[in-house]
């Protein structure tokens, strides 16, 4: 099977990014391997919503989202109905798209 891509997206101006990332990767894993500074406070393991990002493409692709994730989702600034926190967005054993946005990191998250 060919390897997932993740579109990196950002709304500071950037130039979008795209990188590979391996089966049982995050996004998280994946931006920080690539030199993109994507917060996470809680070092990845959801205890917190600095990670937090917008999933624009394969949503439906990614894990379900668990309580706590959705709760810390809940912390964060503007969530909007495609938020999740990039360490808990798991790349499945299959190649496939996913488009993420990262918002303003001008905060501390909780």
Known sequence: MSPSTIVFQFQDGQPAQTHV???GE???DVALNNGIKLQ???GGVCGCSTCHIYVEQGLDELPDISEKEE???DRAINPRINSRLACQ???PNQG???VVLL???NFLGH
């Open 96 to 98: 496939l798209e996913v």
């Open 40 to 42: 996470h406070n809680c």
């Open 71 to 73: 709760d810390f989702i």
């Open 21 to 23: 990332g391996a089966s």
């Open 103 to 105: 918002p303003p990191q």
């Open 26 to 28: 995050s996004v998280l």
């Open 89 to 91: 967005c798991v790349l």
